[in-house]
């Protein structure tokens, strides 16, 4: 019985003299670099339709103490707590989709509404693409974590701090 990994070794070698090996590494390369400047959309957000405003409250249940590295407590298991009791939200969340050139106009907009105070956060479309026409950063969404969490379905939307909740707007066109 052949020993499997000088046979998977012979089958390298051959398929390096032949150049396969060198296309394949290529081609491999190209899609990880396709995949990482074009993410998949978000599944299941859509063109606002229906604006309609709505809040989320960021408090949580504390599953263990919180403390600080000099041994102060912060919060105790089991105690509700609210992030927005300890610091305020300075930026606004815009989450929109760069697939769509009515879109980016709004979020231009609303990123001089904001005097320039505004992460903007797509949901769909190039982030790289839109960085470099904005000269400005741009996050992706990776997987909808983020508007999952909000209860967003609808883009362009605003995420904004309104006393101790966050309000989200889902705006027409």
């Given at each position: 019985?052949p020993?499997?990994?000088?046979?998977?070794?012979?089958?390298?070698k051959?398929?390096?003299?032949?150049?396969?090996?060198?296309?394949?590494?290529?081609?491999?390369?190209?899609?990880?670099?396709?995949?990482?400047?074009?993410?998949?959309?978000?599944?299941?957000?859509?063109?606002?339709?229906?604006?309609?405003?709505?809040?989320?409250?960021?408090t949580?249940?504390?599953?263990?103490?919180?403390?600080?590295?000099?041994?102060?407590?912060?919060?105790?298991?089991?105690?509700?707590?609210?992030?927005?009791?300890?610091?305020?939200?300075?930026?606004?969340?815009?989450?929109?989709?760069?697939?769509?050139?009515?879109?980016?106009?709004?979020?231009?907009?609303?990123?001089?509404?904001?005097?320039?105070?505004?992460?903007?956060?797509?949901?769909?479309?190039?982030?790289?693409?839109?960085?470099?026409?904005?000269?400005?950063?741009?996050?992706?969404?990776?997987?909808?974590?983020?508007?999952?969490?909000?209860?967003?379905?609808?883009?362009?939307?605003?995420?904004?701090?309104?006393?101790?909740?966050?309000?989200i707007?889902?705006?027409?066109?």
């Amino acid at each position: 019985e052949p020993d499997l990994i000088k046979e998977i070794e012979r089958a390298l070698k051959e398929k390096e003299k032949t150049g396969e090996l060198a296309r394949l590494q290529k081609e491999a390369i190209e899609r990880s670099q396709h995949s990482a400047l074009n993410p998949s959309p978000v599944q299941g957000v859509m063109r606002t339709r229906i604006p309609r405003s709505f809040y989320f409250d960021p408090t949580v249940v504390a599953n263990r103490r919180i403390m600080t590295p000099d041994g102060k407590v912060i919060v105790e298991a089991g105690q509700k707590f609210n992030p927005l009791d300890q610091i305020s939200m300075s930026r606004r969340l815009i989450f929109f989709d760069a697939r769509d050139p009515l879109q980016i106009k709004k979020v231009e907009d609303l990123i001089k509404q904001a005097d320039g105070r505004a992460k903007t956060i797509l949901v769909g479309g190039s982030y790289i693409d839109i960085q470099k026409q904005w000269g400005r950063p741009v996050f992706f969404d990776q997987a909808g974590i983020l508007v999952r969490k909000f209860g967003i379905r609808q883009v362009p939307a605003v995420v904004f701090q309104e006393d101790k909740r966050l309000r989200i707007d889902e705006i027409g066109m």
